[in-house]
Each structure stands twice: as C-alpha cells, then as structure tokens.
C-alpha cells in the first residue's frame, strides 16, 4: 500500500486540519469529535442543515459545508459512521431557533446514531426532522442498508436545500422539498478495482484483472453481478438504462446529470461516459440542463464511475445556481 499518510488512525483529524488551513476564514473544527462547521453558526433565522457518515468519499461531506451548502458536517472514521454525540453536539452548534433538518443517507449506523441524536435534541426542545437519502438503483439493500442505498445522488439534495435553507425557508418546508428531490434523483455506478483502506492496507474485495462490478457500493458492497469488463457505450449503456426504469423521463423534461468518479478514475474517462450519456439522452430528446463531471462521492481510491440524474424544474434549476462557498468549489 502506497498513500501520503503517517499513522493509518490519524488520517482523519489529518484530513480535516489541512482543510480547515486551506479555509480558515469559513471553517470550524472540533477535532475531538471531528465536526466540520461553517463559521459564523448558528445563523439567525435559518435552519441548520447537517449531514454525515463515514471518510473516506471526499469531498462529501465536510468539504461541502460553507455558505449556501450545509451548516455543519460529522467525520465518521474511513467506512464507519459518526458517533450519536458527535451528532448531537453538531446539532446544537447549528441550531438557532428554527430547527436543525439532517440529511442521511440510506446507511445502517448512519440512521442509527442520527436517530438517537435527534431524540436527545428534542428533549432540550430542539425541532429536528430527518430526511433519509436513496437514490441508488442497483440493489434493493445491501449488507449496511434496509433499502435503497444513498450514494452521489445526495449532492444535488445538499445543494438544493443548501440554497433553499439560507434563502430562509422554514423546517417543514425544506423537508418536503428535500423528500421530492431525493424522489427525483437516480443513481447507479460501477467499480473497475477495489478500495484499499488505510487500516487494512489492502483490497477490501478481490476483482480479477477482467472484471468488473455493476451497481457496487460505496464501501465495496457488491452489486448486481461481477461480469468481464465491458466496453464504455456497454456499460454506460446499462446503467442508464437501469436509472431510466426508475426515473421514467418523457421528450422534453430537463436532468442535471452528474458524472462522479469514485477516486481512481482519469477525467478521460469521467468525460468519455460523459458523452454517451449525453447521446443517449439527446436520442430520446430529453436535455441537459447542466452537467456536473468530477468526483464529488468518492470511494477512497476506486477506480469507476457513477451516473447521477436529477429531474429538475424552475425551482431546482434556480437553486442549483445558488451562489456557494465551500472548499470544494464544483458547483
């Protein structure tokens, strides 16, 4: 294993230094509990919007807490979720009165601790509500999910509440809009090799040098099947065909679309399935409203894609040009 590490147990509170030096004029941390907050909170008449899970998929989450984004974000170790506390001292650093709304995706021990957060919270009368994040198509559960997995999908519900939150919108709103963007945003992805982890220091699964797996998850969870490698049209090809049954578009409706490399993918290829998705989508007359290709949820260093579409309106089209400021700047 080769990475730009010292200790494979301080990798995090490494991470999170060096990018609270790269913005110190908007970040907070709490190293301790490893809690990303955006300076300035909690801001007055405004809902705190607060996600996170586990390292390791940089730059969500921390890396999209600044201005017109979330309000603060937990650091979970590599794979592995965020303590209830860490959680709940969060909670409370945001909250200015007017409710705290948390962004989960569809992941065991995420839900488990943000559930147990949220109860304490209510008990010193902080309002909190949860919206749970599945935009992933490729299998029904997995090992860490009951249902649906939340994968790169989620950035477009960050992004969109993000924008819709500081422009003062209340909790019960803001939930509502979060439950019919996540409805409206489809992914799947596949992996090309696997992740190593820094603990581990190896594969976390085995592909042989032909193979390939369909609809793999974040953490390495297999998807639907382990085939020989396929050719970028073929396999572009089934995964938008996979999204499509799910998100059925008619001639005429507008996607975001968001092409996410999952850490060890060239931009090459990230624009190569680019353009066939873009192909398909002209051949049954559905238009980009704008295309977002990098990485934005990744897997360590796993080389694959995933294909995100976001069925989008006058609303989600304005708030997507929402002005951000966040250390990742991609949008």
């Not at 019919?180 to 489809?186: A, L, P, R």
């Not at 970028?232 to 998100?247: G, K, P």
């Not at 624009?271 to 949820?297: S, T």
């Amino acid at each position: 294993m080769k990475k730009i590490i010292n200790k494979p147990e301080d990798v995090v509170n490494e991470m999170l230094a060096g990018l609270q030096a790269s913005r110190p004029d908007l970040l907070d941390v709490n190293y301790k509990k490893r809690i990303v907050t955006r300076k300035g909170v909690p801001i007055k008449n405004k809902v705190g919007i607060l996600t996170g899970s586990g390292s390791g998929h940089e730059p969500d989450q921390v890396f999209y807490v600044g201005e017109g984004m979330l309000d603060a974000a937990c650091a979970g170790p590599v794979f592995a979720a965020p303590t209830m506390d860490a959680i709940y001292d969060a909670t409370k650093l945001i909250n200015s009165g007017n409710g705290v709304l948390y962004l989960v995706k569809n992941y065991t021990g995420d839900r488990t601790n943000f559930a147990m957060a949220s109860e304490i919270a209510e008990m010193e009368d902080i309002k909190v509500t949860t919206v749970i994040i599945d935009d992933d198509v490729a299998v029904k559960d997995s090992t860490w999910t009951a249902g649906r997995r939340g994968v790169a999908g989620a950035i477009f519900v960050y992004k969109i509440i993000g924008a819709k939150s500081a422009e003062g919108a209340p909790l019960e709103e803001l939930k509502k809009l979060a439950e019919e963007v996540n409805i409206n945003v489809k992914s799947m992805g596949f992996a090309l090799t696997s992740c190593t982890t820094p603990l581990k220091g190896s594969p976390t699964f085995a592909l042989g040098g032909d193979e390939m797996e369909i609809g793999v998850g974040l953490h390495g969870e297999p998807g639907r099947e382990r085939t020989k490698m396929k050719t970028a049209n073929e396999i572009v090809t089934y995964v938008m065909d996979s999204i499509l049954q799910f998100l059925p578009l008619n001639a005429g409706e507008e996607v975001a679309v968001m092409i996410n490399g999952l850490g060890g993918t060239p931009i090459m290829e990230l624009y190569i399935a680019m353009g066939i998705v873009a192909k398909i989508l002209e051949e049954k007359k559905i238009k980009i409203f704008k295309a977002y290709v990098g990485e934005y949820c990744t897997s360590l260093d796993m080389a694959g894609c995933s294909v995100s579409l976001l069925r989008v309106n006058k609303e989600y089209k304005k708030l997507l040009d929402y002005k951000v400021d966040i250390p990742y700047s991609i949008f």
